[in-house]
């Protein structure tokens, strides 16, 4: 069974420019995350998708960044315009509802860097 | 509001024991959970406590205490692989995210 996957795995930008990550979950996971790690932080979650719906997007830092699961398989998430904060790893999770206890399986994440 | 505290680093030797520990203060509780980070690759697994007592899986065991808000993973017979960060994490409530830790590196020495 493939794991979880992310595209890419590195992104150098500039300042201002756009970019967009993907996550493919493994395959029948209705449960989508998106984390953030900056450095010397922890990671910090983002947002969460059942299927194609926003569940919890709490954790979105602010309307630079837009996430979308058309379809309720693989999951986008672009940051317009770009700031050198936004420079980190973005971790992509997913998971399925095996009733009151379900582990979450994550992605090799994508670094970004802003310059 | 949240908070998870780990140790920062830790180092041990080849073929000891070490204890990495994990205090939480959450809004909610759904269980708790360890990963193992290797540098630059994703978190796996490792274990999950949702009641209090020792989880034990291999060489690796997972203690909770709830009343305590106190969780500490135990690695025993370590190898140079093991070396690696250990997050902890607590999923607050059924369905949603999880909130981490900083993670503690550990180093294992030959």
């Known amino acids: 069974e493939a794991g979880v996957t992310q595209f890419p795995s590195h992104s150098v930008i500039e300042k201002g420019q756009t970019v967009t990550l993907r996550c493919d979950p493994i395959s029948g996971h209705d449960n989508l995350y998106w984390y953030r790690r900056v450095m010397g932080k922890e990671i910090k979650f983002l947002l969460h998708?059942?299927?194609?719906?926003?569940?919890?997007e709490s954790g979105m830092p602010n309307n630079r960044f837009l996430a979308e699961r058309t379809g309720g398989t693989y999951s986008t998430l672009k940051v317009q315009p770009a700031e050198l904060e936004d420079s980190g790893v973005y971790f992509c999770a997913s998971s399925q509802d095996l009733g009151s206890a379900y582990e979450q399986y994550f992605g090799p994440g994508t670094r970004l860097t802003v310059t | 509001g949240q908070n998870i505290d780990q140790p920062t680093e830790m180092t041990a030797t080849e073929g000891a024991i070490v204890q990495i520990n994990c205090t939480y203060q959450t809004s909610g509780f759904n269980g708790l959970f360890w990963y193992q980070q290797h540098a630059g690759e994703a978190p796996t697994f490792l274990s999950y406590?949702?009641?209090?007592g020792l989880e034990e899986k291999g060489r690796f065991s997972s203690f909770l205490s709830r009343s305590k808000g106190y969780s500490y993973l135990l690695l025993k017979e370590l190898q140079m692989k093991d070396s690696a960060s250990y997050l902890c994490?607590?999923?607050?409530?059924?369905?949603?995210?999880?909130?981490f830790g900083p993670g503690t590196r550990l180093s294992v020495l030959p």
């Open positions: 994490a607590v999923n607050g409530n059924y369905g949603q995210n999880f909130v």
């Open positions: 406590n949702v009641l209090d």
């Open positions: 998708f059942v299927k194609e719906s926003k569940q919890d």
